[in-house]
T-cell receptor, first 115, second 115 residues
Framework: AQTVTQSQPEMSVQEAETVTLSCTYD???????LFWYKQPPSRQMILVIR??????QNATENRFSVNFQKAAKSFSLKISDSQLGDTAMYFC????????????FGQGTILTVHP | DGGITQSPKYLFRKEGQNVTLSCEQN?????MYWYRQDPGQGLRLIYY???????QKGDIAEGYSVSREKKESFPLTVTSAQKNPTAFYLC??????????????FGDGTRLSIL
């Protein structure tokens, strides 16, 4: 069974600064995807970024980028130039090749961006 | 606009009562999922369905039931057997459950409370 661990329950950052959220996972599969989802106070789940395990290049989406370390089973999210609208709960999630689409989520990290 | 509609937004259950949460999608997605989110925690999978007339138990299926009579609809019934139903419930869908590269799209959720 896969597990996803987010060891930082809460983080805070000043507006315009950079913050990194940590995520580790455990799996025996070779083919899988990793995702970061954002859940703002409205509670809607929004996909932020995704990474395929076979790709060595780290994924980037505008101000969001990941540091994917496959051997260490680590998948951290870096948010550059933090904005007030980035305040949300962030979830790391995993789908394996044999998961039939079932996401395994971490416990979440609450990020607060201060003006 | 395509998307996932969950209703109602808020729902209250009396002791011994069954209640049904609605989830409808117009994204033409094959797979649909129900998750439960408790305060400060990640999402846990209740049930999922890859195709019409077929569904599978997730990690916490006890006290819940589902049906998948139409591709667009995946209602969740919280039965009286679920002794701790108070939570936030999220419905999701994806193009095809076996495609691990396809992200799940989420509805806005239903908050269920006990009266």
């Amino acid at each position: 069974a896969q597990t996803v661990t987010q060891s930082q329950p809460e983080m805070s950052v000043q507006e315009a600064e950079t913050v990194t959220l940590s995520c580790t996972y455990d799996t025996s599969e070779n083919n899988y995807y990793l995702f970061w989802y954002k859940q703002p106070p409205s509670r809607q789940m929004i996909l932020v970024i995704r990474q395929e395990a076979y790709k060595q290049q780290n994924a980037t989406e505008n101000r969001f980028s990941v540091n994917f370390q496959k051997a260490a089973k680590s998948f951290s999210l870096k948010i550059s130039d933090s904005q007030l609208g980035d305040t949300a709960m962030y979830f790391c999630a995993f789908i394996g090749g044999t998961s039939y689409g079932k996401l395994t989520f971490g416990q979440g990290t609450i990020l607060t961006v201060h003006p | 606009d395509g998307g996932i509609t969950q209703s109602p937004k808020y729902l209250f259950r009396k002791e011994g009562q069954n209640v049904t949460l609605s989830c409808e999608q117009n994204l033409n997605h094959d797979a649909m999922y129900w998750y439960r989110q408790d305060p400060g925690q990640g999402l846990r999978l209740i049930y999922y369905s890859q195709i019409v007339n077929d569904f599978q138990k997730g990690d916490i299926a006890e006290g819940y039931s589902v049906s998948r009579e139409k591709k667009e609809s995946f209602p969740l019934t919280v039965t009286s057997a679920q002794k701790n139903p108070t939570a936030f419930y999220l419905c999701a869908s994806s193009i095809l459950g076996t495609r691990t590269d396809q992200p799940q799209h989420f509805g806005d959720g239903t908050r269920l409370s006990i009266l």
